[in-house]
């Protein structure tokens, strides 16, 4: 069954530090997705991205972050300069259509501000 | 904006107990989609509902979407230890650019 890939599975870092979160999406998949989800806590929205551009942010993410398709295959989130309350579990997922379908999520990249 | 409000946020059951979460919308949805998340793991969809009164079946596990299509249950039958984790509903958001907004979750925990 496609899969989708997320590295690394876990991030530490300094707090102020640049992160780069990489997502491999299931190939003939048109929509991509960040999400996070706090220890304990319901999965949040952050961005999606449809034709090499953002379709929705939410107000998490904000200009610390940005996201890339730099080659067609890999989907990144960027977060500048990271702080405390940015340690999460950071999802990948992508979809076919928009809602038509569930999604499928990555299996996650734990990140760890220090 | 739209907020999906998800009920109990844990329940513990003995095995072979029946269980259910619900879902509710103070607004009409276009769909309802369900996951499942392991402890430790990813969420992993399980069911999409779409049509008013919408009941469907996976097994032990019933999905039903409410008639004004504002709500929905997920129940699980006779639950067994592989049942445990949290349960997610989830629906797109009015604005169609594929954002799902989630449930707080129901974390099941199953006794042997």
């Known amino acids: 069954e496609p899969e989708v890939t997320q590295t690394p599975s876990h991030q530490v870092t300094q707090m102020g530090q640049e992160v780069i979160l990489r997502c491999v999406p299931i190939s003939n998949h048109l929509y991509f997705y960040w999400y996070r989800q706090i220890l304990g806590q319901k999965v949040e929205f952050l961005v999606s991205f449809y034709n090499n551009e953002i379709s929705e942010k939410s107000e998490i993410f904000d200009d610390q972050f940005s996201v890339e398709r730099p080659d067609g295959s890999n989907f990144t989130l960027k977060i500048r300069s990271t702080k405390l309350e940015d340690s999460a579990m950071y999802f990948c997922a992508s979809s076919p259509t928009v809602g038509g379908y569930g999604y499928t999520f990555g299996s996650g990249t734990r990140l760890t501000v220090v | 904006g739209q907020q999906v409000m998800q009920i109990p946020q844990y329940q513990h059951v003995q095995e072979g107990e029946d269980f259910t979460t619900y879902c509710n919308s103070s607004?009409?949805?276009?769909?309802i989609q369900w996951y499942k998340q392991r402890p430790g793991g990813h969420p992993v969809f399980l069911i999409q509902l779409v049509k008013s009164g919408e009941v469907k079946k996976q097994k032990r596990l019933t999905f039903q979407f409410g008639e004004a299509k504002k709500n929905s249950s997920l129940h699980i039958t006779a639950t067994q230890t592989t049942d445990v984790g949290t349960y997610f509903c989830?629906?797109?958001?009015?604005?169609?650019?594929?954002?799902?907004?989630f449930g707080q979750g129901t974390t099941l925990q199953v006794k042997p």
């Open positions: 607004t009409t949805l276009s769909n």
């Open positions: 989830a629906s797109p958001a009015p604005s169609n650019t594929g954002k799902l907004i």
